[in-house]
């Protein structure tokens, strides 16, 4: 189900054990290639394909798409939230829906920015609704093994605007690949102190990170079927209640 397409006699009616599902993307640069919209299109084309397939299991929210990307404001266009203010929209969202009853949430990432705020808000909400199901997981983390077996580059890992980002989007937008402009970029070698906060412009000559002119449709199939098949796996076994192992 879709919760902005619902009427709230539908909602009411809806079982409580609906895994609700809030992705979370942004609006930042992507590099010369790809648009600022890029991470919240790739989370909500997996969000939507996982509701797709799991209809009456699953109860999307739109997309929070006002990411945590101060590391990316030297780039023109991006958008960010306050580290806090990123974390009261997430933390109003799953509140408001407690209050309704729902008590299984589960935030799909698409933005390295927002995953430690994920946490954190999941953490603090938990101390609320101590006996709601909560969880976060970025959709790239359900493709790992698929993403370092298909990527040709050196990199092995999804990174940013990077081969497997550009294959995401040339399988599921490519009219938005600037394919002219597409460069090899933030190449430079691991920083010699390696605990050190950084931001886009420090370590990249464009905005991107990684092999981007090695990105194909075939790839992006690859890593979002798998994408979407391990989410749902998750999102099934929350749904049927297999939370705590030997339960
Ligand atoms: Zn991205």
Redesign the pocket.
């Known amino acids: 189900m879709v919760l902005a397409h619902l009427t709230w006699e539908e909602v009411d009616a809806l079982d409580r054990e609906t895994v609700v599902l809030i992705p979370t993307g942004?609006l930042e640069q992507?590099g010369p290639h790809l648009p600022m919209f890029?991470?919240s299109l790739?989370v909500t084309a997996v969000a939507e394909e996982i509701e797709r397939r799991l209809p009456s299991k699953v109860l999307l929210v739109p997309t929070v798409w006002l990411g945590a990307s101060a590391h990316h404001m030297a780039f023109a266009g991006s958008l960010t939230a306050s580290m806090t203010g990123y974390g009261d929209v997430l933390k109003q969202i799953v509140t408001g829906l407690s209050k309704h009853r729902f008590r299984k949430f589960f935030v799909l990432n698409?933005?390295g920015g927002n995953d430690s705020l994920n946490d954190i808000a999941l953490r603090e909400l938990k101390e609320t609704f101590a006996s709601s199901v909560l969880a976060h997981k970025g959709y790239h983390e359900f493709a790992e093994a698929t993403i370092a077996q298909v990527l040709e580059g050196p990199s092995k890992r999804i990174q940013?605007?990077c081969e497997a980002?550009v294959s995401l989007m040339m399988h599921l937008h490519p009219d938005k690949v600037r394919k002219e402009k597409l460069i090899d970029d933030g190449l430079i070698p691991e920083p010699a102190i390696s605990s050190l906060v950084l931001t886009f412009d420090e370590v990249t000559d464009r905005g991107a990170l990684g092999y981007a002119t090695l990105a194909t449709a075939e790839k992006g199939k690859a890593i979002f079927e798998s994408a979407v098949s391990g989410a749902i796996t998750e999102l099934e076994a929350i749904h049927a209640g297999f939370v705590l192992r030997g339960q």
Request: net charge negative.
């Open positions: 942004s992507h890029t991470d790739l698409g933005h940013h605007s980002e």
